[in-house]
């Protein structure tokens, strides 16, 4: 049994146990005398990793669509419309269940072993993962369950709080994190953290723990664009924690897979095989947005089904389509216009080699080998150019902008080269001079900062790229190529509303916490529709 599906295994077990026992049994049992099972730091670390891409890959499944990632063949599919699940459902949920179940308990006994016994490696990453963990529960559900969350195993309803203040103890116990990756433990926990059963991360490296932390703060206090106190404050919080941050694409926060088997590649790969195949007509079909974008739309109009693309990322990122022949041969770039549905249209899974039909080994951040992103180099670099330009320091701007345009290239090389040819430095600067980039601080915009950093999040950082459009309130002057949707193409439910939220997962909130919901409109039918503070201008 490899890795990975040990710790999967040790994970469903413990969710068994809570759920026939209920937690405070469940740790009573921990701490029998007679059948010693107290849960150690180093125990919990790598499925704690796992299932940071585990538990959002599921949710981004719908997620996908909605940002215009992907679309769906069919013309009335939910999530196209900007709908959410049906109450009964737990589909979109996943994140509620990651942050208070699968993280939950196992990174509060995590920090608390670091802690007690002087493990301070292992403290400070609890604490950088229960902070990411809240800060994307937060962005996802708006409101949610903070000082309640794990205080009392006997609780059946708890409490929710405002966004604001799950934000302020995100940079709480962001800065608990620093504290503990700044102190030596007594012992020698190295061979631990980077061993196979460790940290698969970073393998134990502190430093990059704490570009971690920093490179999460940067990104929440990007989101407070509509806040008063953007361009005097929080601006410069964005510059100094990217600053901190990571400083190439070597430093991303990445899940790493062998690929050796099923249980131990990519979640979004073939070879998983959990969420999406080839054949599944519902996710996966490249939308008309980031084609669009690919294929001059970042500044100009858009080549309709192109063969080719100044933009060197084209090839690299998207597949195009087949045209049957002996030999077949490649024909153009197709793709859906979201809510419109169609056929003919590539997978984002393949093939990225050769005129194939099966088996696909998957393209771009698809395939079995692919390093499951969690935050960049280059979409850090295009939160620091957009808060510089919305202070008004256009050539700081300008600057981070080219960086971080050359740093997705490096990405694309770095992550997507199942069987792709790498981009070589003459494609980057053709493309670099040309129309599609600004070429001086005076012509540059915030749609040209947003539009390549929908490009560079594109295929992984789906909620933060929900942010973006909801703090811009999906406005078509930023995001040029996001296919704005009329009333009718909106879900029946949303009023003629985009969503700005997703509902809770049902079997915990709709099922026992009806009552604290319902005070924050919760069973109302267009919930998904109430705007989170985040983007609002509410201080």
Known sequence: MNTIKKYMLMLFLFIGLLAM?????????NRNPSNPQIPKAEFMISRAIFQMANGTSEDYMQLFKLVQY???????DRYDRHGMSATGSDVTGVIWRLNYVDLGLNIEEMIKDGIENKKYEYAGIGYAIKAWSFQMTTDMYGEIILDEAFTDPNKLTFRYQYQRDVYERVREWSQLSIKYLNMKSPSDYSGALAGPSGDYMYRGDVNKWKKFVYANLALQYGHLVNKSSFATTYADSVVKYVDLSFTSVAEDATVKFTASNEDDSNVFGPLFGRFFTVLNTANGRISSTILNLLAGGVRGVPVVDPLVSVDPRLSRMLSPTIIAGSPPTWGPYKAITPTKGGTGVPHVLGPPTGIVTAPYIGKYLFSNASEYVIMSYAQLQFAK?????????KAGAFTAYKNAIRAHMAFVNRYGMAGNVTILPAEIELYMASTEVAQTEAELTI???MNQKYIAQWGWAGLEQWCDLRKYHYDPTVFTQYYQLSGSELNANNKGKYAYRYRPRYNSEYAWNRTELDKWGGLASDYNTKETWFSTTEN
């Open 447 to 449: 749609s040209d900062i």
């Open 21 to 29: 026992s209920g937690c405070k049994k469940f740790l009573d049992i």
């Open 70 to 76: 992907w679309s769906s063949t069919t013309l009335d």
């Open 385 to 393: 150019a957009e808060a510089l330009f919305l202070k008004g320091d």
